[in-house]
């Protein structure tokens, strides 16, 4: 006889807790089904929680339930919806095992006729659990996947032209709030590899490629923020600059990065210019920094300008992330709340 079994959860957020009963149901079971309930206690989209499980286990069928019951009791008819919603949700799928942590695992299996598969369930394996993570991810690193980290982090680019204090703030922020930054690889690659001021077409694509890996090995030890200076959006204008046209792929990642990031600022180009030997000049920088800010306007991104000192940018930055909620609705709140209070 086959064995399908079936496990189920918030995973907010999926924890190695988690993982230990999954990857023992894959190890014992023939086919293994997962319901993800969607919920209240995290802002983290149910899809995106859901597509965590994806990447991990590709081979794991993945239920998302939006409809599910609300809350978590132990009370009979709390306890009757939830068996009714899984054997809804199970589409006629017949379950041999059902797998958790948790009491819940006794009254579903029964409704089930499955076995009563528990595992860890005083938290000895795994001394871990979503709500302590949820209250502090970096205290509890260790016990979170890198896939899933890395949705945790609210990441922040600084754009603007050049001369415009990015790297300067970036790397201020980044010390303030006690977490990691990714410097622009650009640069680094442009003086490593310029002939007369210039970069071959291709190097655009290398650059792209080679500031997106400075960003995942940086963020995966990052601290809530994840600051980073410049993005593929600049690398892409640079192109456009030096060649009239933009490799590919860089186009593509560039078109990408309007989701890659969750709060763009733009530095202005207010403070003095610094006249270095890499630079083309101060009429150069305005003209440049009207592209930019013509590019992000034409790809529909919201953004922040930062003018002044650095101190009054670092002060404008600090009263956006203290209200600021990753996955939630930051600038249709602030316009609509902005709109009624005039």
Request: with cysteine.
């Amino acid at each position: 006889m086959k064995k399908v079994g079936l496990t189920l959860g918030k995973f907010a957020p999926l924890h190695q807790g988690h993982q230990f009963v999954i990857e023992t149901a894959l190890e014992e079971m023939d086919e293994l089904i997962i319901l993800i309930y969607d919920t209240t206690v995290t802002n983290i989209p149910l899809s995106v929680r859901s597509s965590w499980i994806k990447k991990m286990y590709p081979n794991v069928t993945v239920i998302e339930g939006f409809d599910g019951p609300k809350g978590y009791s132990n009370e009979r008819a709390y306890e009757i919806l939830e068996e009714q919603y899984i054997i809804r949700m199970l589409d006629g799928r017949r379950v041999t095992h059902f797998y958790s942590s948790e009491f819940y695992g006794e009254h579903v299996s029964k409704a089930l006729g499955a076995v009563d598969r528990r595992i860890d369930e005083e938290r000895v394996r795994v001394p871990i659990s979503a709500t302590m993570i949820r209250e502090n991810p970096f205290k509890y690193r260790e016990f979170i996947s890198d896939v899933v980290y890395k949705d945790l982090i609210t990441k922040i680019v600084f754009l603007g032209a050049m001369s415009t204090g990015k790297s300067t703030i970036t790397e201020a922020l980044a010390k303030k709030y006690k977490t990691r930054y990714a410097s622009e690889y650009g640069r680094d690659y442009w003086t490593e590899h310029q002939v007369d001021r210039r970069i071959s077409f291709d190097s655009f694509d290398e650059i792209a490629i080679g500031h997106i890996k400075r960003e995942e090995e940086a963020i995966l030890k990052a601290n809530k923020y994840f600051f980073v200076d410049t993005n593929a959006i600049t690398t892409y204008m640079f192109a456009i600059d030096y060649h009239g046209r933009a490799p590919k792929l860089l186009t593509q990642i560039a078109l990408e990065n309007a989701q890659r990031y969750d709060l763009f600022f733009l530095c202005d180009d207010d403070i003095p210019y610094d006249d270095t030997w890499d630079r083309s000049g101060d009429q150069k920088r305005k003209t440049f920094h009207k592209q930019i800010i013509a590019d992000l306007h034409e790809r529909r991104i919201p953004y922040i300008t930062l003018s002044g000192t650095l101190e009054e940018r670092i002060k404008v930055v600090d009263k956006i992330l203290a209200e600021f909620e990753k996955y939630n609705n930051y600038f249709g709140e602030k316009i609509l709340n902005k709109l009624y209070s005039n």
